[in-house]
């Protein structure tokens, strides 16, 4: 299980992306990932994956750190106006980012962005850091249709992004925020890039997924934010 959520109380509530995958070769990875991270701390995790053939026609890449940037980046600037593009963010204020996104829209790349409003941390107010300051910039810079997810006292703990191609629908899953921090290789983030049939099983969810985030009530448009 591949998913933005944190397991504690304080996250119970917030709004998350999950998705389960069923590979053996995935599993072992993320398991050898865990087992590193363990050994630096002088510890063994005892446990092996066996080998199994995986079933289904989705290819499934494991990312880890400044990785999950560059996969990013990478299907941002392979988009095409034939595409259309979901970015769903708790906080997107990553540069490289932002500059792909906003290049995107220039090339005639369509699509729709909903991002959290920032009025809630952990229960506490907030000031609106950072997307009610890129939310403006990418208003006025995008072609792009924006929304702010239509929340009260918690989080839109979202962390998602979906190119819909003619015929494949590529997608980007897990616990890394889009903001520097997150993106980098200082900070333990697990992330999958999906790449399915667009007319797959797996397809079909993950566009009914995108378009009910995508309209009301879950999300407002952006007029009628913050």
């Known amino acids: 299980l591949i998913t933005s959520a944190n397991f504690e109380d304080a996250s119970s509530h917030f709004g998350n992306t999950a998705v389960t995958i069923r ?24 446990v092996t994956i066996a080998d199994a053939e995986s079933e289904g026609d989705a290819v499934v890449t494991p990312l880890m750190g400044a990785d999950i940037k560059r996969a990013l ?47 809630v941390d952990f229960g506490n107010p907030k000031l609106g850091y950072p997307n009610q300051l890129t939310g403006p910039e990418l208003a006025s810079r995008t072609g792009f249709e924006l929304r702010w997810a239509n929340i009260r006292r918690e989080e839109y703990h979202n ?17 890394a925020n889009y903001n520097r921090r997150s993106l980098s290789a200082t900070v333990l983030e697990t992330n999958v890039r999906i790449d399915a049939p667009l007319d797959s099983v797996l397809g079909r ?22």
């Open 23 to 46: 590979s053996a070769a995935v599993a072992r990875h993320f398991l050898e990932a865990e087992k590193a991270i363990a050994r630096v701390s002088g510890l063994d995790i005892p």
């Open 73 to 119: 980046l990478c299907d941002l600037a392979a988009a095409t106006p034939q595409d259309f593009l979901y970015l769903f963010a708790q906080f997107l204020s990553e540069r490289r980012v932002i500059d792909a996104l906003i290049a995107a829209s220039r090339r005639g790349v369509p699509g729709v962005l909903v991002l959290d409003q920032n009025k």
């Open 205 to 226: 969810q993950v566009l009914d997924y995108a378009h009910w985030m995508a309209s009301d009530p879950r999300s407002l448009p952006y007029e009628y934010g913050p």
């Open 159 to 175: 962390q998602f992004m979906l190119l819909e191609t003619p015929e494949r629908c590529i997608f980007h899953v897990g616990s």
